[in-house]
């Protein structure tokens, strides 16, 4: 499901040709022991219809951490 949001939005953009992440690259970096990034599915009416994709950074002049919002994807529809 991530991998298919991945590739709409890659598509959306114009940018399919850049994407090349697999589900074996989703199910290890975003769901393995490993996890860096985090992911979260917005549904409407129970359907899932988009994802965000974060992961937590640290900024050295303000002395803390924060996100940074990599992907945020809707469905068109």
Request: proline share 6%; hydrophobic share 50%.
């Amino acid at each position: 499901l991530v991998l298919a949001f991945i590739e709409a939005l890659a598509d959306y953009e114009r940018l399919r040709h850049e994407c090349v992440a697999t589900v074996d690259d989703i199910d290890r970096w975003l769901f393995g022991p490993d996890a860096v990034p985090r992911v979260l599915v917005a549904e409407w009416d129970g359907a899932p219809v988009g994802f965000a994709l974060w992961f937590r950074n640290f900024s050295t002049f303000l002395g803390r951490p924060g996100i940074w919002l990599e992907d945020l994807f809707v469905t068109p529809e």
